[in-house]
């Protein structure tokens, strides 16, 4: 199914909606700004966060190591 198809289910599912609770639910989603943290993997975060802690401890990578460490996903 596409997106265009995918829209319509949900703009007709939100239309027959009577529950107030979920109304209210589906508002401050659309309030709420996506923290892009949250909509990693958590492999990514654990990268992020031993780079981090890497960098903190002095321990810095060249750029060419960490192209060829990840090579396989460019």
Same mark, same amino acid.
């Given at each position: ?20 609770? &979920?109304?209210?639910? &589906? ?48």
């Amino acid at each position: 199914m596409n997106i265009e198809a995918r829209k319509v289910n949900i703009i007709s599912w939100i239309t027959h909606l009577t529950d107030d609770s &979920i109304l209210s639910k &589906i508002e401050n989603l659309q309030s709420t700004e996506a923290d892009w943290w949250d909509m990693i993997r958590e492999d990514e975060k654990s990268e992020i966060t031993q780079g981090l802690a890497e960098f903190d401890s002095g321990e810095i990578k060249t750029h060419q190591e960490v192209m060829s460490k990840y090579k396989k996903w460019l």
